[in-house]
């Protein structure tokens, strides 16, 4: 588990073909506004369970929304039928083995946690 | 009847089972994943203007015109016109990038009876593009695809000056693209379809509970645009159709009775509508802003729509206080036999409190008050009514 002092940070696969996101990229690829990349790369983002401390710290610093706000957002989109939610992953080394074993998959963690089998590409650090 | 209270029931032993939202199971080649809504609500008049209006001991707080919702006058508290319990399950084949997706909604306004909402197919033409056909919500306003799912609004109930339609969905295609346009992120959808509906909750609180009308919508065709950055969204919605109402039985005042009735609404052979709507929505930091404009013409037929809505709002760590007004205006197309003292008119302005109990439900408290400002010739004049409602929402 990460302290709230830790740096989140997002990930891809080293083989993207993208070294730097900006903060309204990353928001429309988490929030389902887009799937692609400016660069044209599809992209999968991943998200950690709902308990998961990262994935709280990841939104709120993101966008400054609760958990319980970026939930109404996701029920709009997903009871709507506009857009899917990201794929679940189970624990933080989870997302990094999915995102090192999927050229498009996009996750978060802790900065701590990363390992050089995937790609930082957007820091949140604490506010 | 068996099978509807099976489902019923079956309905709500998957609300009891609440867990976090959307759940998937591989079957063979099939993926099945399924999500719900619950609402329950509770209303308690406060007051208003007391007076028998069609066939209703008012006063009366219309809260859902295209269900028929009306909070009226009987003493106590009134728990059907917001509760409303629905489940959406969809069965994907990815290999063959195809769908299909039902959703269906039991409401407290239909004392429970299950109506099926949505029921349809999407195919994925590429990682942006998507086709879907089948029966659908007609994307008139900002809400109308979630307007049932109370965890998603800021609202107990929708503000009903604007969100106030005969019908809300259709039978059709729609295309719908994602892009990129420099910083912004857009969203374009077209459709086309029809849609008949009898005996709709519009109509109820128009002609009396037990009044029947038919209303066509035909060659509906229309899009909707929305743009979004960072905390700024807008939508921008088209639609044109051919639009026919019959009203068999209406209330009449004189006799206290139904009787057969021709309604001189729209010519006998219909009208064509053009609908046009914007809806600017901002979200900075713990600031929510919402406002939303509708205009309806139909060039042969005797009145125009207006409708708006804004709210302003702040969040408080997991509280949310929220103040709105919507206000909704008929105008009087003269030259088509239209009565200018005869026109529908009224204003609804709320206060919310929501505060979310956990991360998928939220309880919110709601203070109304609805003003009729129709002409003196206008009928049914429902009044003023002041409205205090209840919910508790969850999705799961």
Redesign the interface.
Known sequence: MASAADDIVVIVNQNIGVNKMS??DV??IFLG????L?SGV?ALPLDLP?TSLEREQFYSRL???????I??????L?????AS?PSLAMSQEEAMQMVADNRNAMGYVAKSKVTPSVKIIFELQPE | MLLKEACRMLMFLAAACAVPVVHGEPIGDLEFSGSGFLTVGVGKMLGGTHATVLDRNCPCFIADYAQGAVYDGRSGLQWGQDSKLGLQGTATLPNANFSVTAQAVARGAHNGNIDLEWLYGSYQLTDNTVIQFGRKRLPMFYYSDIQDVGFALPWTHLPPQLYGWEMVNYNGVNIRHQARWGDWAATINALAGNENVSDSGYWEIYNGKRSRTRVKLNNIIGGDLTLARDWFETRLVYIQSGTQRESFTIWDDASQNYLPANDPGLPGNGTRQNIYGIALNMDPGDWIFRSELLYINRPGATYKDYAQLVGIGRRFGEWQLMATASHYGGEAVVANGGDPQGQENHTSRSLTLRYNLTQTSDIKMQLDSQKDQGGINWAPRYGEARLLTLSYDVVF
């Open positions: 903060r309204d928001i429309d506004r887009s799937r692609r400016p599809t709902s966008t400054g929304k609760s958990m319980g706000e939930n109404a957002y996701w029920a709009r997903i009871f709507s039928g506009r939610p």
